[in-house]
């Protein structure tokens, strides 16, 4: 296995939803009802990441993780609308990488670069019930900072715990 990130260009985003599609099914799946991931199909999400694509590639960062011509995972950041952060807005894996170390070079990658929206922290949020992810950040220097919001997973209630990270 030969992992190397690099930036995510345009003609990239629709393995970018398809990767995000099979990464929420599996992380979330007991979180939601499983089916409304086959309702919502990868197409929704490679829809969703050209449009944030268009209006986001001046101001945000997506890096990818390939293994050959595999991508096997990406990270998102970004200005954050919490004052004083920029902010993580997602790490996500092929679900056959996880564990495998990945996520920690995306993590690590996306610290390097928050810096640079010259912020003293970044903030991410994460699904309460998530525990493995919760467990990632954590071992990755994350603390959660007692902010919780109310939100929807595939019209579906849950809520997002936020978690800090000085800069």
């Known amino acids: 296995m030969t992992i190397r990130l690099r930036l995510a260009v345009e003609i990239d985003l629709p393995a970018v939803g398809r990767l995000h599609h099979r990464s929420r099914a599996a992380a979330y799946a007991h979180l939601v009802d499983p089916s409304s991931f086959a309702a919502r ?31 096997i995972g990406f990270s998102y950041i970004g200005p ?46 994460v699904l309460e019930g998530n525990t493995v992810a919760r467990r990632f950040y954590e071992k990755g220097g994350w603390v959660e900072d007692g902010v919780r919001r109310a939100d929807e997973l595939n019209d579906q209630p849950v809520t997002h715990l936020r978690y800090s990270h000085p800069l």
Do not use: F, K
């Open 41 to 71: 199909g990868p197409d929704m999400l490679v829809a969703y990441w050209v449009e944030r694509h268009r209006w986001e590639q001046d101001t945000h960062r997506m890096t990818l993780a390939v293994d050959g011509d595999e991508l």
């Open 80 to 125: 954050s609308e919490t004052d004083g952060a920029a902010e993580l807005y997602a790490i996500h894996l092929d679900p056959s990488r996880v564990g495998s170390g990945v996520g920690r070079l995306l993590m690590v990658d996306a610290l390097a670069n928050l810096p640079a929206y010259g912020e003293p922290r970044a903030v991410l949020w």
